[in-house]
């Protein structure tokens, strides 16, 4: 019982919007079968606030870390044009379908929540790089509580007791995902 509180608080501490579901989805990545109440207790007993409120109190360190892969990748220029009102940056917006409008609004709903409400984005090519960061992470390593809270596209078959506990950081530490290193 004490690796499994380990591992949840760790989760926590390590992805503050991860609430009680998504540190359950993440568990069962790695062949851990722990309800949301468990999960809840534990991170209560340690003092750990849910999600909401830890995400509230982000350091300045964490920031800086989020932001030195996407500046890193960043080109730092950007598409000035003139309109009525002088000069502006213009952006290009997708064209709409209407059978897809609900599954745009949901990932652009968690685009933002997740990743580009929580950066500084200098120039487009900062853009591009967090934006690809974030399909590569959706697609591969994001539990979805829509299919069962599980991933799109698993890379491998979870074994509970095999190798070490790692994560893998996209955008410094904004996106993560825990997994098995093999043994």
């Known amino acids: 019982m004490q690796r ?3 591992l949840v608080i760790r989760m926590a501490r390590e992805n503050l919007t991860w609430g009680y579901d998504r540190i359950q989805g993440a568990r069962k990545n790695l062949g851990h079968v722990v309800a949301p109440n468990t999960i809840k207790r534990i991170l209560k007993r340690h003092g750990i606030d849910p999600a909401p409120e830890r995400a509230k109190r982000t350091t300045w360190r964490q920031i800086l870390r989020t932001h030195a892969t996407s500046l890193a990748a960043g080109d730092f220029f950007s598409t000035e044009g003139w309109t009525a009102r002088g000069l502006v940056t213009c952006f ?5 379908a209407p059978n897809c409008n609900a599954f745009a609004e949901r990932f652009v709903r968690s685009i933002k929540s997740e990743c580009l409400s929580r950066m500084m984005l200098i120039g487009p ?7 690809a960061e974030f399909v590569a992470h959706c697609n591969a390593e994001r539990n979805h509580q829509g299919i069962g809270n599980r991933l799109i596209e698993p890379a491998t078959t979870v074994e509970a007791a095999a190798g070490r506990v790692a994560r893998r950081s996209r955008l410094g530490g904004l996106l993560n995902y825990c997994h098995r290193l093999a043994a």
């Open 92 to 96: 290009l917006c997708p064209a709409r």
């Open 125 to 131: 090519g900062t853009l591009r790089h967090a934006l």
């Open 4 to 6: 499994i509180a380990e």
